[in-house]
């Protein structure tokens, strides 16, 4: 963990309607710092993400146990006030869908200048200048006239890059960033996260990601959490973590990775799904899909153990 945390995430405990979700999740990033988050969809890394950002659907979901703190405040004392004062210029968010997360009757230019307008005393034309040029930044093809248009008139991956300016134009100390390069062709990827990663250094702005991609995680971060069944199995510093992952799930995941098998052949698959909440078997949740089960697998549950790397298995590699 960060000897100085940004943001602080202790023994969390989220639940949708009485039905566990994330259980003991705890996670903390430094300024600076780039902490990947991954694992299968269902693991519970977004609902991990908006917890964090006090963005849960309350009811039916609630925070049941743990804290969250952001630089040094316990956001969970926060009234809805606070906390609106607080997102958008100190904590800001990516969203993994951008046609749900933008406002279809308004231009993406006004949408991006609301955020200005709230968390900065700029006029409103200095807030539509300021639009175009973070429009510029992440790649917007003629941003001065891309204000005037709506999400409908712009393509999925011109809309991702709206999110994104958006999120970055109050010049945030913490990014949370879901699956920011969604949409996004391969040539763009690398330019998006190529700017997180220069902002993040420049800056100091902290930059909590989640992603499905492995080999973004290992070429952007500094640590990863890997995530299974609503808890975290692994974490280390990325460079460890890939050359010697030790919880069975991680080394599964690297597995699928197309870089890490021959060219031509068929890249290997986890056999099973994730387990949904309120069906996660005792013990591990994995053991059902691991192939190196061992008799305490299926009953006991495992801590989180280690130094600098932590493992949550019975039997790890």
């Not at 259980?23 to 902490?35: D, F, R």
């Not at 969250?68 to 969203?95: K, P, T, V």
């Not at 949408?111 to 005393?121: I, N, P, T």
């Not at 698959?269 to 996660?280: D, E, K, N």
Request: net charge neutral; hydrophobic share 45%.
């Amino acid at each position: 963990m960060p000897a100085a945390a940004l943001l602080s995430i202790e023994n969390l405990h989220v639940d949708v309607a009485g039905t566990p979700v994330i259980e003991g999740v705890s996670l903390s990033i430094a300024p600076g710092e780039m902490l990947g988050v991954v694992g299968e969809s269902g693991c519970g890394k977004s609902v991990t993400a908006l917890a964090a950002m006090r963005l849960l659907a309350e009811p039916p979901m609630r925070v049941s146990g743990g804290a969250i703190r952001f630089m040094g405040r316990d956001l969970a004392g926060l009234s809805d006030i606070e906390m609106q004062a607080i997102r958008g210029r100190d904590m800001a968010m990516i969203f993994q869908e951008p046609m749900t997360s933008l406002n279809p009757v308004f231009t993406v230019g006004d949408q991006v200048a609301e955020v200005l307008h709230l968390h900065s005393d700029l006029p409103p034309r200095a807030c539509l200048d300021r639009a175009a040029e973070l429009f510029a930044t992440v790649g917007i093809p003629a941003p001065a006239e891309a204000l005037n248009r709506y999400p409908h008139q712009m393509s999925g991956g011109q809309r991702q890059r709206v999110m994104i300016a958006m999120a970055l134009a109050c010049g945030p100390k913490l990014l949370v960033a879901d699956e920011p390069t969604t949409a996004l062709d391969v040539t763009v990827q690398a330019q998006i996260l190529d700017l997180l990663d220069r902002l993040r250094r420049d800056t100091g702005m902290a930059v909590l990601l989640i992603t499905h991609d492995l080999g973004v995680v290992s070429q952007y971060c500094d640590r990863v959490a890997v995530m299974y069944g609503g808890r975290i199995v692994e974490q280390a510093p990325a460079a460890d973590l890939f050359a010697h992952p030790r919880h069975r799930y991680t080394r599964a995941l690297l597995r699928t990775i197309p870089a890490s098998n021959p060219p031509g052949s068929a890249l290997p698959a986890i056999s099973g799904t994730v387990p949904p909440p309120g069906r996660r078997p005792p013990g591990c949740s994995f053991h059902p899909r691991c192939t190196a089960t061992v008799a305490a697998c299926a009953h006991d549950l495992p801590a989180l153990t280690g130094d600098t790397h932590l493992t949550r298995c019975w039997n790890p590699a």
